[in-house]
Structures are given as structure tokens and as C-alpha cells.
């Protein structure tokens, strides 16, 4: 599975943004999409996921951001809303077979990640 992040930038406080994440190499349906976030020098952080288990968010996020997915576009989206400089990160989409987890190191595919700057 080959996964391609998109949608990060600049946005200021308060704003609002959405992170795409386009899956390609084998069926989306059967996989679980977990989003997670790295700010600089601080390990990386599970920031949602989606799977056939539900979704599931992170504390610091719950109520502000938002997972969905479009299988028919093989696309699992992130909509950050009320956004913070805290949100400062690169996120990644990451994938595993059916069940979400928290965990990074379940997930066995990774995107490239993008950049989210919040200014405040």
C-alpha cells in the first residue's frame, strides 16, 4: 500500500484545515487509516484513526478534528478545525488491515507526511 499525504500549510489560529491522505496498491476498504503528528523535536503523537472498529481521536484533538474516508476514492481525509499553534506538526497517514489502534508501530505502511503551521 502506497499512501500520498496533501493539504498542509500555513493557517492562522483559529483556522481551519483539511489533510488528505490517497491510498493506492491494494483494497482501501480493508484497511485501517490512522493519522499522527510530529512537532519538531518531540516524538510522534497518535492524533485519530478510522477503521471497521469505528474512530477514535486523541484527547488534545477530540471536537476539533474530524476523520472520515471516501473508499471510492481510496481517500481518508482529516479535518482540523479550531486550530492551534500546538497543531504545529507534520502529520502522517499511516495504514494497517481493519482495525484501528493507537499505536504507531501496528501500522505498517506510512506516508510522507505534510506540514501544518499555525500562527498565531
Known amino acids: 500500500v502506497q499512501l500520498q499525504a496533501s493539504g498542509g500549510g500555513l493557517v492562522q489560529a483559529g483556522g481551519s484545515q483539511r489533510l488528505s491522505c490517497e491510498a493506492s496498491g491494494d483494497t482501501f476498504r480493508d484497511y485501517a487509516m490512522g493519522w499522527f503528528r510530529q512537532a519538531p523535536g518531540l516524538g510522534r503523537e497518535f492524533v485519530g484513526a478510522i477503521g471497521v472498529n469505528g474512530v477514535i481521536y486523541a484527547d488534545s484533538v477530540k471536537g476539533r478534528f474530524t476523520i472520515s474516508r471516501d473508499n ?24 494497517r488491515h481493519l482495525f484501528y489502534s493507537r499505536d504507531e508501530v501496528a501500522y505498517k505502511y506510512w506516508g510522507q507526511g505534510t506540514l501544518v503551521t499555525v500562527s498565531s
Not at 73 to 95: F, G, I, R, W
Open 72 to 95: 471510492a476514492k481510496n481517500t481518508v481525509y482529516l479535518q482540523m478545525n479550531s486550530l492551534s499553534p500546538e497543531d504545529s506538526a507534520v502529520y502522517y497517514c499511516a495504514a
